[in-house]
């Protein structure tokens, strides 16, 4: 099955105003606003969420969120909504990355918590999973990702599956300059698939978009993004640069149409 390319850049806690507007308006100038082999998206911090979105509105840039809360509007001090993305035309959102895995110390419940309530509002979730260095070296891969896959998506219906996307990230490769090798992510990603199957079905399996995140950068995307399980990249220090950042989405585009 043809799945859409998704490349997201995830900006993390990074940018100016003036930086991130000029970073969107360098996107919006190059994407095309009808790609139907690429959906492109950033995502950046909060307090630039509004006015990022009002520079790739009508574009083909779409803006996403990199967290969220679970809860409806109310007393929860220094949390955001997902009625308020949706609000500001917000329509996705990354949940699980690892930096809040690990720094933030969020847990499987919390994250499927963010995981229900970011579907009921109707945002597209983008489900961050992977393992440690330390994990990989003693062979628990595929273990870790099943504990993140089973808690993250735990009381998610099949129905909800075109809302969600899958972003392996294996935590050693992320922002160190290390890239799994293609066919460590490969191997990955069709573990994933398989779970996704055995857990829900082959249609679902089919269709979910599985991307790959860990220093993607415009050397190594377009042989990652050629094996057959990966679906598009989470793209974290090189989302934060035109230069490479649009190589990349040009490499999805090359391979959506070849
Ligand atoms: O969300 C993005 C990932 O954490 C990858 O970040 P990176 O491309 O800087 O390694």
Same mark, same amino acid.
């Given at each position: 099955?043809?799945?859409?390319?998704?490349?997201?850049?995830? &900006?993390?806690?990074?940018?100016?105003?003036?930086?991130?507007?000029?970073?969107?308006?360098?996107? =919006?100038?190059?994407?095309?606003? %009808?790609?139907?082999? $690429? !959906?492109?998206?950033?995502?950046?911090?909060?307090?630039?969420?509004?006015?990022?979105?009002? $520079?790739?509105?009508?574009?083909?840039?779409?803006?996403?969120?990199?967290?969220?809360? *679970?809860?409806?509007?109310?007393?929860?001090?220094?949390?955001?909504?997902?009625?308020?993305?949706?609000?500001?035309?917000?329509?996705?959102?990354?949940?699980? *990355?690892?930096?809040?895995? *690990?720094?933030?110390?969020?847990?499987?419940?919390?994250?499927?918590?963010? $995981?229900?309530? @970011?579907?009921?509002?109707?945002?597209?979730?983008?489900?961050? =999973?992977?393992?440690?260095?330390?994990?990989?070296? #003693?062979?628990?891969?595929?273990?870790?990702?099943?504990?993140?896959?089973?808690?993250?998506?735990?009381?998610?219906?099949?129905?909800?599956?075109?809302? /969600? =996307? /899958? #972003?392996?990230?294996?935590?050693?490769?992320?922002?160190?300059?290390?890239?799994?090798?293609?066919?460590?992510?490969?191997? @990955? *990603?069709?573990?994933?698939?398989? &779970?996704?199957?055995?857990?829900?079905? #082959? %249609?679902?399996?089919?269709?979910?978009? /599985?991307?790959?995140?860990?220093? $993607?950068?415009?050397?190594?995307?377009?042989?990652?993004?050629?094996? %057959?399980? =990966?679906?598009?990249?989470?793209?974290?220090?090189?989302?934060?640069?035109? !230069?490479?950042?649009?190589? /990349?989405?040009?490499? #999805?585009?090359?391979?959506?149409?070849?």
């Amino acid at each position: 099955m043809m799945r859409r390319y998704l490349v997201a850049g995830n &900006w993390k806690m990074n940018t100016t105003r003036e930086s991130g507007t000029q970073l969107a308006q360098a996107l =919006v100038a190059e994407v095309p606003a %009808e790609n139907p082999g $690429v !959906e492109v998206l950033v995502c950046p911090p909060f307090p630039y969420l509004t006015s990022i979105g009002d $520079v790739v509105n009508g574009s083909g840039v779409g803006f996403g969120a990199q967290n969220c809360y *679970h809860e409806a509007p109310g007393a929860f001090t220094g949390e955001t909504a997902t009625e308020m993305l949706t609000d500001i035309g917000c329509r996705s959102v990354i949940l699980g *990355h690892s930096e809040r895995r *690990h720094i933030l110390k969020e847990t499987d419940a919390d994250i499927n918590l963010k $995981v229900k309530k @970011a579907l009921a509002s109707g945002l597209q979730v983008i489900l961050c =999973v992977g393992e440690l260095q330390s994990e990989r070296e #003693a062979d628990q891969t595929e273990a870790v990702l099943d504990t993140q896959m089973t808690g993250g998506l735990d009381g998610v219906d099949a129905s909800a599956f075109d809302q /969600i =996307v /899958i #972003a392996y990230e294996p935590v050693w490769a992320i922002g160190t300059g290390l890239t799994a090798t293609p066919d460590q992510a490969e191997a @990955a *990603h069709q573990y994933l698939r398989n &779970w996704l199957k055995d857990k829900y079905s #082959a %249609e679902i399996s089919d269709a979910t978009r /599985i991307l790959y995140g860990g220093s $993607v950068k415009p050397d190594n995307a377009q042989e990652l993004l050629s094996q %057959e399980n =990966v679906d598009g990249a989470l793209v974290g220090g090189a989302s934060l640069k035109p !230069e490479l950042f649009i190589p /990349i989405i040009q490499a #999805a585009s090359g391979l959506a149409t070849s």
